[in-house]
């Protein structure tokens, strides 16, 4: 059975996640494949996500907080539907946001990684290698040789929002249609998830730490991404989007010498090892 490591920062915890038996059949056997193939076709996708946007829907909210022991101490507590709920807003005391300017803060809930970038922009994530001119434009990634990508892996149970980590500007949303397969340690073992996934990217302009693009990656079923706005002066903690319901990913890549990264991180992720961090706290200060 496959398994993930994951760090608690504030304990140093080291939990290791072992993937449920319905992901290793979809993926460790051909039936499961079939079926998988059958479950990312477009069509099908449109039509769970207008169930998981109506009223019905809602039956499924009590048991999947059951499910992923979600506590909803901090959450908005009503909600139309199950995409709602799933995308539920948290309460501006829950995250508290690091306003120093020379600090690097998570720009979500998420098991965090960091990578540098070789010359030839190659990455192994989990068992799957992509390169970074498959996630943007080629002639862009090139500027970002040396430098570092951040990714940030959110669960079922993470809150499902995401800020913007400095003061700027964006340019506009480069949407890249792709196909869905969800965002899971066993998933990455068979498929090249970052070339296949639908995303969406732009470049934030920020103040502190150059030109970073922000990529924000969809997952199995809907992996639906929402983002507020197209060409944009952003606050450092506004909210810049959110995802509905299916795994999910956002990808930070920073040019050569602009970040320092906490240590705690880079040694964790030598390791092969996710940290957890959470929206609004430092991973890392200005260079």
């Not at 030598?270 to 260079?287: A, P, Q, S």
């Given at each position: 059975?496959?398994?993930?490591?994951?760090?608690?920062?504030?304990?140093?915890?080291?939990?290791?996640?072992?993937?449920?038996?319905?992901?290793?059949?979809?993926?460790?056997?051909?039936?499961?494949?079939?079926?998988?193939?059958?479950?990312?076709?477009?069509?099908?996708?449109?039509?769970?996500?207008?169930?998981?946007?109506?009223?019905?829907?809602?039956?499924?909210?009590?048991?999947?907080?059951?499910?992923?022991?979600?506590?909803?101490?901090?959450?908005?507590?009503?909600?139309?539907?199950?995409?709602?709920?799933?995308?539920?807003?948290?309460?501006?005391?829950?995250?508290?946001?690091?306003?120093?300017?020379?600090?690097?803060?998570?720009?979500?809930?998420?098991?965090?990684?960091?990578?540098?970038?070789?010359?030839?922009?190659?990455?192994?994530?989990?068992?799957?290698?992509?390169?970074?001119?498959?996630?943007?434009?080629?002639?862009?990634?090139?500027?970002?040789?040396?430098?570092?990508?951040?990714?940030?892996?959110?669960?079922?149970?993470?809150?499902?929002?995401?800020?913007?980590?400095?003061?700027?500007?964006?340019?506009?949303?480069?949407?890249?249609?792709?196909?869905?397969?969800?965002?899971?340690?066993?998933?990455?073992?068979?498929?090249?998830?970052?070339?296949?996934?639908?995303?969406?990217?732009?470049?934030?302009?920020?103040?502190?730490?150059?030109?970073?693009?922000?990529?924000?990656?969809?997952?199995?079923?809907?992996?639906k991404i929402v983002n507020h706005h197209e060409n944009h002066k952003f606050k450092k903690g506004e909210e810049k989007g959110y995802f509905k319901f299916g795994g999910s990913t956002i990808c930070l890549v920073f040019k050569e010498n602009t970040v320092k990264i906490d240590k705690d991180i880079l040694d964790n992720s030598?390791?092969?090892?996710?940290?957890?961090?959470?929206?609004?706290?430092?991973?890392?200060?200005?260079?």
């Open positions: 059975m496959a398994t993930l490591k994951v760090k608690n920062r504030k304990s140093n915890e080291i939990v290791e996640i072992k993937e449920d038996k319905t992901t290793l059949f979809l993926y460790n056997t051909i039936l499961g494949r079939i079926i998988l193939k059958l479950f990312i076709l477009s069509f099908l996708s449109k039509i769970i996500g207008l169930f998981l946007d109506s009223k019905l829907s809602k039956v499924l909210i009590n048991p999947f907080i059951k499910k992923h022991n979600i506590d909803l101490n901090d959450y908005e507590k009503e909600y139309k539907n199950f995409n709602e709920f799933f995308s539920r807003k948290i309460t501006p005391k829950a995250r508290k946001i690091n306003i120093n300017k020379k600090s690097l803060i998570s720009p979500c809930d998420a098991k965090l990684t960091v990578y540098q970038i070789n010359e030839n922009s190659d990455f192994l994530i989990k068992g799957s290698y992509y390169k970074l001119e498959d996630l943007i434009e080629s002639s862009l990634a090139n500027s970002y040789i040396n430098g570092q990508i951040l990714i940030f892996r959110l669960c079922v149970d993470d809150y499902h929002r995401y800020s913007y980590i400095d003061n700027g500007y964006k340019s506009k949303n480069t949407f890249i249609k792709g196909v869905l397969h969800a965002v899971r340690p066993i998933a990455l073992s068979k498929y090249n998830i970052y070339k296949k996934n639908s995303r969406e990217w732009s470049i934030l302009h920020t103040e502190n730490f150059g030109d970073v693009i922000s990529i924000e990656v969809g997952a199995l079923l809907v992996g030598l390791n092969n090892i996710e940290t957890i961090v959470k929206l609004g706290e430092i991973i890392g200060k200005k260079n």
